[in-house]
């Protein structure tokens, strides 16, 4: 008697109520139901991601009458925003909304689409703006309840933390990508920090420039954060092994400012030669 034929779905783990068709529809799985292992990594990633966000949508829900507004920042193909929305809201979509903020016009109107195909329009919206723009955008309110941002490259994250703070958001979680704005200025002013601090051996050499540049574009933003008041989890993603872009920053509003984080966030900038940068001090700015 044959054997019979393995399911490949058999191996992704996929969570209980995930639609097939959507994950075929981001082709993420195959019209015949396999998977390479670049979409594995992608759904392992996402999957994670979720693991840290149901429970935020579950406890603002429960808190706010079963309303949720969750706003996605460098959306892409909106991988995230779409499975969230399968897994956790389409079977109690009343008053929740997911919204995707994305530049490239095809993908927001290719998920746009995708949304009505699948019945999820009503609760997803999908916004062609750059991150920097949309918290003056008249399609989004003037306070949100979660913000996310996936892989959001360079200060395009930076740009979703400051539309958190200006939302007055409940939480953000963010995954940050190729941070190299603070790693320039650094560059910028090697020379003239070489005879005031030690510390310049961080980053004297141009490798070096570049990771401590972006574990220091990290540590700022944390600082920022609890600045405003969030009470900050920093954690990896997922193994080093699926994604060097790794850290996740998880960001829970708790009171309305934190006067100690923001001076230690104002010592770091001048310790390190960076609050001469007019830039650097907008994009880290701490409250008044």
């Known amino acids: 008697m044959p054997k019979p034929k393995k399911n490949p779905l058999d191996s992704l783990d996929l969570k209980p109520g ?19 292992q670049d979409s594995r990594r992608k759904l392992k990633q996402v999957y994670h991601l979720t693991h840290f966000i149901e429970p935020l949508i579950d ?45 490239r016009q095809d993908l927001v109107d290719k998920s746009a689409q995708l949304a ?37 490259c360079n200060t395009a994250t930076d740009d979703a933390i400051s539309f958190g703070l200006k939302k007055n958001a409940k939480f953000m979680v963010v995954v940050p990508c190729c941070q190299a704005e603070v790693a320039s200025h650094l560059r910028q002013n090697k020379s003239s920090q070489l005879g005031k601090t030690s510390l310049v051996e961080m980053w004297r050499h141009p490798l070096h420039t570049r990771e401590f540049g972006s574990q220091l574009t990290n540590v700022l933003r944390c600082l920022q954060l609890e600045a405003h008041g969030y009470q900050v989890t920093v954690t990896e993603l997922v193994g080093w092994e699926h994604s060097m872009k790794n ?42």
């Open 59 to 103: 406890e603002v829900r429960k808190t706010n009458d079963g309303k949720v507004y969750l706003v996605d920042h460098g959306a892409g193909k909106s991988y995230l925003g779409f499975i969230l929305y399968d897994l956790y809201i389409k079977q109690n979509p009343e008053g929740a909304v997911v919204a995707g903020v994305e530049t």
């Open 116 to 152: 009505e195909k699948l019945g999820f329009s009503a609760g997803m919206k999908f916004i062609n703006l750059p991150v920097a723009q949309a918290t003056e955008h008249a399609d989004l309110p003037d306070e949100v309840d979660i913000v996310t941002a996936l892989h959001a």
């Open 247 to 288: 850290e996740l920053i998880v960001a829970r509003k708790h009171q309305k400012s934190n006067p100690k984080a923001a001076q230690r966030l104002r010592s770091m900038l001048t310790e390190l030669g960076l609050d001469g940068e007019e830039g650097l001090l907008q994009r880290f700015r701490v409250p008044a």
């Open 18 to 36: 995930q639609s097939i068709d959507l994950l075929k529809a981001l082709h993420i799985v195959t019209r015949e139901g396999g998977i390479n």
